[in-house]
């Protein structure tokens, strides 16, 4: 999962804007943290969150539909 957020294929809408993303990345070690924050950025996506709240709402119910939730 470390490789795939490095290379963006796997987004930060999905990773912190909906359970299963927040779930994985509370099950990565310090340093898989250490190794995606920069790709993250998670200060970036919490304003992003707030910004455009019917964004962040769409991405958890597509998350839901594709059941990745």
């Known amino acids: ?6 290379q963006g294929k796997i987004s930060p809408w ?3 804007g909906c359970s299963a ?3 994985m990345l509370k ?11 920069r790709y993250i950025i998670p200060e970036f996506w919490a304003n992003k969150f707030k910004s455009y709240p019917a964004d962040h709402l769409f ?3 597509t998350a839901k539909e594709a059941k990745i939730e």
Do not use: D
Not at 1 to 6: F, L, P, R, Y
């Open 1 to 6: 999962a470390v490789q795939h957020i490095q």
């Open 14 to 16: 999905v990773l912190l």
């Open 21 to 23: 993303g927040k779930k």
């Open 27 to 37: 099950s990565f070690s310090n340093e898989q943290l250490q190794m995606t924050q």
């Open 59 to 61: 991405v958890q119910e």
